[in-house]
């Protein structure tokens, strides 16, 4: 799976969402910038984040995911 690829499934399944997609080697680093954060602890963002990416978690194709999750707030 391609950065592009995953950048446009997050930004398309969570709302209001920009996302910056890195991979290296089999680690993909993802920062995502969302309204849809606010006022949601980490946990719960991470798992919105996770929600999106798990059928490609669970095939193997995505090995592991390095996340930041910011509210437009947090992004500055």
């Known amino acids: 799976m391609q950065a592009n690829e995953i950048k446009?499934?997050?930004?398309?399944s969570i709302a209001d969402s920009q996302a910056q997609v890195k991979?290296?080697?089999?680690?993909?680093n993802v920062v995502v910038v969302s309204s849809v954060f606010e006022g949601l602890n980490a946990v719960k963002k991470q798992q919105l984040v996770y929600g999106v990416l798990?059928?490609?978690?669970a095939s193997g194709v995505i090995h592991a995911v390095n996340m930041q999750t910011l509210t437009p707030a947090e992004a500055g």
């Open 23 to 28: 991979i290296e080697g089999s680690h993909v």
């Open 8 to 12: 446009e499934l997050l930004e398309a």
């Open 54 to 57: 798990s059928e490609h978690i």
